[in-house]
């Protein structure tokens, strides 16, 4: 295509290219798509919707997500916990989650449950959080908690089989620690006193039933979990957090993301899985930005923690209200981030992990120079085989650090005259780019279903032939890439 000449003709009149060596025979390692565990969402009483379920259905065919995580299950828009018919107590209803389940596992995917908020009935205060009015006290009576968790654990393992239950995991309550009393009006030690007691009902329903903590912000409260569980003899099956980039202090330089990752991991005993339950690059524009990080944090967080789930995978998002822009730029009082918008078009940032469930299983190790690690480049290059041999080059560096075009120059070892071709997709500010096209129309506030299929062909990714040469016994390429983007060069 026009575009994709330009840029490699071009390459001709800028200066010296960084130049990077992949050798296809030296040191590799398993690849493992430990992005596609788990993927975020809003709350819980938007899995009932048919456009929210259509956009699933097809984030997992598409982009292979096993687990989906939401807030509020039991938030009283879920009927969870109800007025018994004598008006004197109450009686749980799952019929609402029994509803989420079934489709989830129609489509091959499972919950990673986050038991939470406090239904009103429980509720030992008023205080609620965002539009759809969790409350977020602790309960009034830890007795008729106990009774609702092991309740819901029995039902779960009557409908879908023990053996079906014990693959999911249980995290209790979202970032107690945030804001702070946004999620929880208690103190630390309360919601280690909540955690005690929720793991210890689900442990009593089946002791290998899964659950895990604390489900912070900003990777908090980690070591503190872990002394007060080993402390206390509270059963725990796995750690889980949140970080995002743009937490404060924000960012110092390229690796600030992972050496948050890094620190949990060293501070968690090796045998548990740490899960980092949320994620995103904190900007939420819709733009190449978005996708850029994806992939370098995923390729960069490998083998560091074993989930690391984006939220979410779309803008029907309603912590501030569903609000009608197309690229959510507002929901009351952040952006969104969703890799799909609310008319179920492709962002960016899902075309990036579109990128990456289409790699296989191995990773080329042997890659010089190793820029991963060298905080003064922002063009980084990694490659994959099993699945063909799948060359990432990513331009990304974090706002509001310098980040500019560069001219980029990789040789593949091993690679004899002729044996193969080059195809290459392509994200940055002009390529898979739905926003742009929405701008281009005059940004309207209400899509109409010509302008939704029109935008959802702007977001496609377009394969284009790569040029490549051969010489001393392997191939090699050269490009031009923008600032915030991504080539996807894959050998065939």
């Known amino acids: 295509m026009a575009p994709l000449l330009i840029l490699l003709v071009c390459f001709l009149c800028w200066g010296e290219a960084i130049q990077f060596q992949i050798n296809t025979t030296g040191s590799h390692r398993k690849w493992d798509h430990f992005w596609e565990e788990c993927v975020g969402s809003g709350h819980a009483a938007l899995a009932l919707r048919a456009d929210y379920q259509a956009q699933l259905r097809k984030t997992h065919e598409d982009l292979g997500f096993k687990q989906i995580r939401f807030h509020g299950l039991f938030v009283d828009d879920m009927s969870v916990v109800l007025q018994n ?102 103190s630390q030690a309360d ?9 210890r009902a689900m442990k009593s329903v089946h002791p290998r039933l899964r659950v895990g903590g604390p489900a912070t912000a900003m990777s908090s409260w980690i070591p503190e979990f872990l002394q007060f569980c080993h402390d206390n003899d509270v059963p725990y099956d796995f750690v889980s957090t949140h970080e995002y980039p ?63 789930s984006w939220w979410p995978f779309t803008d029907i998002f309603e912590e501030g209200g569903l609000y009608p822009d197309p690229y959510a730029l ?15 078009i492709p962002k960016p940032n899902y075309r990036a992990f579109q990128l990456l469930h289409w790699t296989g299983d191995t990773l080329l190790t042997d890659v010089k120079p190793d820029t991963w690690k060298d905080n003064n480049k922002t063009v980084s290059v990694f490659a994959t085989t099993g699945n063909g041999t799948s060359i990432f080059v990513v331009n990304w560096n974090p706002h509001p650090l310098p980040c500019v075009s560069e001219k980029v120059s990789v040789f593949i070892s091993d690679v004899p005259a002729n044996s193969v071709k080059a195809r290459v997709y392509v994200i940055d500010s002009k390529e898979t780019q739905s926003r742009s096209a929405w701008e281009a129309m005059g940004s309207p506030l209400y899509l109409k279903p010509h302008q939704v299929n029109q935008l959802d062909r702007a977001s496609e990714l377009v394969p284009q032939d790569m040029p490549i040469k051969f010489r001393d016994g392997g191939a090699y390429f050269s490009l031009v890439i923008d600032a915030y983007a991504v080539w996807n060069i894959v050998l065939y």
Not at 144 to 158: G, K, M, R
Not at 191 to 199: D, Q
Not at 331 to 339: F, N, Q
């Open 246 to 308: 743009t937490d404060p202090p924000g960012p110092a330089s390229r690796d600030f993301f992972v050496s948050h990752l890094n620190t949990t991991r060293m501070t968690v005993p090796a045998h548990i899985p740490v899960y980092y339950t949320e994620y995103d690059d904190g900007y939420n524009d819709g733009t190449s930005y978005s996708a850029a990080f994806a992939i370098y944090e995923n390729y960069n967080a490998h083998g560091v923690v074993q989930a690391l």
């Open 330 to 344: 507002k929901s009351g009082w952040l952006p969104v981030d969703g890799l799909m918008n609310v008319y179920g």
């Open 191 to 199: 919601y280690f006193y909540l955690f005690n007691v929720t793991s």
């Open 85 to 186: 018919d004598q008006g004197s107590g109450i009686e749980f209803s799952f019929f609402n989650v029994d509803r989420i389940f079934d489709f989830l596992l129609s489509i091959g995917m499972r919950p990673l449950v986050e038991i939470g908020f406090m239904p009103k009935m429980l509720a030992s205060g008023n205080q609620t959080w965002s539009h759809y009015d969790a409350n977020v006290t602790p309960p009034k009576n830890w007795s008729d908690w106990t009774l609702l968790i092991e309740s819901f654990a029995n039902h779960l393992i009557d409908r879908y089989g023990l053996e079906e239950v014990l693959t999911w995991n249980f995290e209790v309550w979202n970032e107690p620690n945030c804001c702070p009393h946004d999620f929880w009006t208690g």
